[in-house]
T-cell receptor, first 110, second 114 residues
């Protein structure tokens, strides 16, 4: 079974402060991990995926297989980062579904 | 280009009625997914289509829920004898081939069961 846990429902930070959105997963094989984001009144969209090893909008995420974590980080939060963030896992292959965590709302205040 | 579209955008129905929700995926995407998002909660997987077949329908909450996909394009999610707990936003997503490809989401259908 595959499971994704996002322990924080809400994370409130000040503008310019570092951000870390936590994500832990449970999966017996080699998963592919993703972060999706939903800005206010917009559709859910892909933010980044671990396999790409890229930084999007200043966000990065490193897959730590030992700790089974895929935390999302940004050194300096901006107001426009306020959104709902979902961590997701796929077991890979054409028969595999994407399992989402329950999401963390990031609120960046002045 | 056109993204994933869903209709209707809003649906209000009475308890016990049947409803049908429609999803038009991005042209050429063979994988299609349905999710449910209850108020204040995360995304709940319902069913996944690869082409016209459904390799994983483990998320359908009861036999009142069914879905089909024809012609590797449009999909419909049908809820029979709706209950108040069915009230939620139903999201559809499509991806090129599999769940490891980027999923593109539709705007959702907000279902309210009175």
């Amino acid at each position: 079974a595959q499971r994704v846990t996002q322990p924080e429902k809400l994370l409130s930070v000040f503008k310019g402060a570092p951000v870390e959105l936590k994500c832990n997963y449970s999966y017996s094989g080699s998963p592919e991990l993703f972060w999706y984001v939903q800005y206010s009144r917009q559709r859910l969209q892909l933010l980044l995926r671990h396999i790409s090893r890229e930084s999007i909008k200043g966000f990065t995420a490193d897959l730590n297989k030992g700790e089974t974590s895929f935390h999302l980080k940004k050194p300096f939060a901006q107001e426009e980062d306020s959104a709902m963030y979902y961590c997701a896992l796929s077991g890979g292959g054409t028969a595999s579904k994407l399992t989402f965590g329950t999401g963390t709302r990031l609120q960046v205040t002045l | 280009g056109a993204g994933v579209s869903q209709s209707p955008s809003n649906k209000v129905t009475e308890k016990g009625k049947d409803v049908e929700l429609r999803c038009d995926p991005i042209s050429g995407h063979t994988a299609l997914y349905w999710y449910r998002q209850r108020l204040g909660q995360g995304l709940e997987f319902l069913i996944y289509f690869q082409g016209n077949s459904a390799p994983d329908k483990s998320g359908l909450p009861s036999d009142r829920f069914s879905a089909e996909r024809t012609g590797e394009s449009v999909s419909t999610l049908t809820i029979q004898r709706t209950q108040q707990e069915d009230s939620a936003v139903y999201l559809c997503a499509s991806s090129l081939e599999s769940s490891t490809d980027t999923q593109y989401f539709g705007p959702g259908t907000r279902l309210t069961v009175l």
